[in-house]
Structure formats: structure tokens, C-alpha cells
């Protein structure tokens, strides 16, 4: 099919062409960011749990933990029995929340649309060839991009 089958010119093809690439390279972008903001979601709940299981871990224990090993030893266990038992408690509760965070982590993956659809992008584009341009006739001087190409080969 050629440019005056559907009526227009090869100037609004080009326009059309580039109109379209934009548009796609604009959707993938779009695409990209909405898979990598779901991932960020999903990281930042899992560092949560994880910093909540360090703080309960860290800063709770003193405190906490004489007022349950107190109580504990008025039920008529040894003392040291009840900071045992309080310190278990902890450590069990500390180690489900850093379960609960590698369950959250490990959730997170690339974004694999974005990639595969990027991927077929470029497949298309990569048969594309430029037009080749013609040196204009009467030109002395190498261009900037010619003389820097032969100063390096």
C-alpha cells in the first residue's frame, strides 16, 4: 500500500509514526511506574514489619519483661523461670514478625510487563532502517560527528 492509497502524505505518515511512538513510549512508561509502585508498596510494608520486629525486640524487652516475669512469679514460678518464659514470649513474637516480612519481600518481582512489552518494542523498531541522508554537494569541511569518527579510527 502505498502513502496515496489512504490519501495521506509521507510528511503526515511520519507525523502519524512519531505521534504513535510517543504514545507507546508514554504507556510503558506509564506502565512501568504503576508495577514498580506496587512493589514499593509491598517493600515498605515488609521494612515495616521488619523494623516493628527489631523495636518490639529491642525496646520492649526491659521494660516489659520485668513486669511479666514479676507476674508470672506471683503465680508461684522461681523468678528466674518467669524472665525465661517472658523472654521466650518475646523472641516468638519477634521471629513471626520477621516471617511475616520475608513473606512481604519476597513477594516483590521486576516488572515483567513493562520489560517483555519494551522488549517487543525495540524488536519492532530494530527492523526499522533511517533514511540514508546525501552529503549536500559543494561541502569543504567535515561535520563536528565526522571529524571526531575519523580522529578516533
Known sequence: ????????SIGQLVAAATTELSALVHEEIALAKAELRQDVKRGAIGSGAAIAAGALA???????????AYGIHNLGIGLAWSFTIVGAVYLLIALVLLLLAKAKLSK???????????????????????HPRTAPVGRAEPTAVEAMSSSST
Not at 1 to 8: E, H
Not at 115 to 122: D, L, P
Request: aromatic share 4%; net charge positive; charged share 20%.
Open 108 to 130: 516483590i518481582e521486576p516488572p515483567r510487563r513493562s520489560i517483555s512489552s519494551a522488549k517487543r518494542s525495540a524488536a519492532v523498531l530494530s527492523g526499522v532502517k533511517p
Open 58 to 68: 529491642l525496646f520492649s524487652l526491659p521494660v516489659l519483661s520485668f513486669a511479666a
Open 1 to 8: 500500500m502505498s502513502p496515496a492509497d489512504d490519501g495521506r
